[in-house]
């Protein structure tokens, strides 16, 4: 009966300790930036999901790896509120509608946001300007996701 009770003690222990550490190993991501910028494209590229993208109503998360990506929509509010940038821990890859926009990006200090131009642009400007550019292939964005 010991032998039983101390071995169900000691599955409950190990299942924790696996899922303490499944949970330290993996990284948040959210895609923010407003409506046509190519979040859900580059998303579904990820995914491997083809088909045409429609507006998203609602902001979800999916698994990648042992990444949780969050496609979050627009709110009213300021800029952090309006795009959900609330979490110190996760990369934030902000897409921009017009490249011009990088300059305009206000400062964020205490978050990792990445900024990404979906269409294509000089590279020496996007350098410059620190902007991921994935020249219209979504599937740019896995060398530039977190590990």
């Not at 993208?53 to 952090?80: A, C, N, Q, R, W």
């Not at 400062?107 to 550019?133: H, M, N, P, W």
């Amino acid at each position: 009966m010991i032998f039983v009770f101390f071995l169900i003690v000691l599955t409950l222990a190990y299942m924790l300790f696996m899922s303490v550490k499944g949970r330290k190993g993996s990284s948040i991501v959210k895609f923010v930036g407003p409506r046509g910028t190519g979040k859900t494209t580059t998303l579904n590229a990820l995914l491997r999901v083809n088909g045409k993208t429609v507006p998203t109503l609602e902001s979800y998360k999916v698994m990648y790896e042992s990444i949780t990506i969050h496609d979050v929509i627009e709110k009213e509010g300021s800029f952090l509120e309006k795009y959900g940038i609330d979490d110190a821990s996760a990369t934030y890859f902000f897409f921009l509608k017009d490249f011009n926009d990088a300059c305009k990006h206000p400062e964020t200090k205490g978050f990792d946001i990445r900024l990404v131009y979906f269409g294509s642009c000089d590279a020496s400007k996007a350098k410059e300007q620190k902007v991921i550019v994935l020249n219209g292939n979504p599937s740019e964005i896995k060398i530039h996701l977190p590990n």
